[in-house]
């Protein structure tokens, strides 16, 4: 089945500590995204990626890190210098970059991080 | 991108149409309306989008006002797992750095009632 997936659904660390989530999309996207939502809230975007390789800061990059470096993942680190890390984590990805398409974009089921 | 308005809730009889509106009032002609669904702590769902024209797909129908400043998507026999928060959102589709972001507001809650 193509689809975006997310791991772990549930995510349990120690504040201080780095933790790194998974995003793998067998879509063939070219972009795929991060955001965060708050209980009640809407979602707030982290960064972006448009392409291999490269990357962008969205609205509330400080305290994370993403990488790039292949096509069907784009995984997101929460570091400690993130103050308020605990929140519900989304992977997103999107079929055309070329600012053509509607963006029409594909949520994974996203990971649930609390920092204890 | 222009900043929406939506209903903080709303509650709609099982077998019901759904009207959920959205105020744009500040669209510009290069912008569309966009519009997703989330159930609860799942990831947001792409329902439907437009421009100026009135559009329907299998599940939803937009209505676009001549002045596209509110829009209005229906849902025309809700069902128990149509609950969920929906999000009414415009962008551009130019190209350029940030053309893909999507801004998500707070969206409406709709309650679906047996």
């Known amino acids: 089945d193509g689809g975006i997936t997310q791991s772990p659904k549930y995510l349990f660390r120690k504040e201080g500590q780095n933790v790194t989530l998974s995003c793998e999309q067998n879509l063939n996207h070219d972009a795929m995204y991060w955001y965060r939502q708050d209980p009640g809230q809407g979602l707030r975007l982290i960064y972006y990626?448009?392409?291999?390789?490269?990357?962008q800061k969205g609205d509330i990059a400080e305290g994370y890190s993403v990488s790039r470096e292949k096509k069907e993942s784009f995984p997101l680190t929460v570091t400690s210098a993130q103050k308020n890390p605990t929140a519900f984590y989304l992977c997103?990805?999107?079929?055309?970059?070329?600012?053509?398409?509607?963006?029409?974009?594909?949520f994974g089921p996203g990971t649930r991080l609390t920092v204890l | 991108d222009a900043k929406t308005t939506q209903p903080p809730s709303m509650d709609c009889a099982e077998g019901r149409a759904a009207n959920l509106p959205c105020n744009h009032s500040?669209?510009?002609?290069?912008?569309?309306v966009y519009w997703y669904r989330q159930i609860h702590s799942q990831g947001p769902q792409y329902i439907i989008h437009?421009?100026?024209n009135n559009e329907t797909n299998e599940m939803a129908s937009l209505i676009i006002t001549e002045d596209r400043k509110s829009s209005t998507l229906i849902l025309p026999h809700a069902t128990l797992r149509d609950t969920a928060v929906y999000y009414c959102?415009?962008?551009?589709?130019?190209?350029?750095?940030?053309?893909?972001?999507?801004?998500f507001g707070k969206g409406t809650k709709l309650s679906v009632i047996p």
């Open positions: 500040t669209i510009s002609g290069n912008e569309y």
């Open positions: 959102i415009v962008r551009s589709r130019n190209s350029g750095a940030g053309s893909y972001q999507l801004t």
């Open positions: 997103a990805s999107s079929i055309d970059n070329s600012g053509n398409s509607y963006n029409e974009q594909f």
């Open positions: 990626s448009q392409i291999v390789n490269d990357f």
């Open positions: 437009g421009l100026k």
